[in-house]
């Protein structure tokens, strides 16, 4: 069993930053590659950013030069500090993990950037 669960939500002003958390436990060997999605209310699922085992970043146009995507291997962990935030960051963010081919989520935590 595979589970993700995310820390570091809240609520800040705008301008300000927050560090989201992602730890995966279980059976997890191999996980790759690891990603931070959100989605806001009355939107779809969008991808924010993706780090892959051996590095290679992906990032939304919307969000790149503001959030950093990071991963410790040794403790399964994915980050995602989120700087110089904005009204339109607001969302649930949602953590995934592909191990061994299938996809796994978290359940989400709630950031609110108020303007």
């Known amino acids: 069993q595979v589970q993700l669960v995310e820390s570091g939500g809240g609520l800040v002003q705008a301008g300000g930053s927050l560090r989201l958390s992602c730890a995966v436990s279980g059976n997890i060997f191999g996980i790759n590659p690891m990603g931070w999605y959100r989605q806001a209310p009355g939107k779809q699922r969008e991808l924010v950013a993706t780090?892959?085992?051996?590095?290679?970043?992906n990032y939304a146009d919307s969000v790149k030069g503001r959030f950093t995507i990071s991963r410790d291997n040794a403790k399964n962990t994915a980050y995602l500090q989120m700087n110089s935030l904005k009204a339109e960051d607001t969302a649930v963010y949602y953590c995934?993990?592909?191990?061994?081919?299938?996809?796994?989520w978290g359940q989400g935590t709630q950031v609110t950037v108020s303007s």
């Open positions: 995934r993990a592909i191990v061994r081919g299938s996809i796994y």
């Open positions: 780090i892959a085992s051996g590095g290679s970043i």
